[in-house]
């Protein structure tokens, strides 16, 4: 797609790679913290976005095939969409435990693992986890 732009007439079919992983991130959180498939809203409430923006990028990620929905707006991941959460969730939570075990607080932790997690290759993680183990937090 390169060289198309968007002309603000037409709604662009784009979703940067890093809200793409967002997005089917908290899908996945959500579908298991629920232990249901969810709506479209809830994504809205729980990403603090607006409905039509969601609505917008679950028609670009049903048409990359990341994810379904059904008439009543029930969002399900398909295969390639949960394969996709689930690297993106095993690296973010791999960096929120490292982060963790030096020394660094939760929220900060957490906040930064979730920009390492898009801007890291598949490659480099896997590298650097296997040449780096996290130690289980102990708490007292």
Request: aromatic share 6%; net charge negative.
């Amino acid at each position: 797609m390169a060289g198309t732009r968007f002309d603000g007439k037409t709604p662009s079919r784009i979703i940067k790679n890093e809200s793409r992983e967002d997005y089917l991130e908290s899908i996945l959180l959500l579908s298991r913290l629920r232990k249901r498939t969810i709506r479209s809203y809830e994504i809205a409430d729980h990403m603090g976005l607006s409905k039509p923006s969601v609505s917008r990028a679950m028609g670009i990620l049903r048409e990359q095939g990341l994810v379904s929905m059904d008439d009543d707006y029930y969002v399900t991941l398909t295969e390639a969409g949960i394969a996709e959460a689930e690297r993106v969730y095993a690296k973010h939570c791999y960096f929120k435990e490292l982060l963790q075990s030096v020394g660094v607080e939760e929220e900060i932790a957490e906040n930064e693992a979730c920009r390492i997690e898009h801007i890291i290759s598949d490659d480099s993680f896997k590298k650097l986890k296997a040449a780096l183990t996290v130690k289980p937090l102990v708490t007292e």
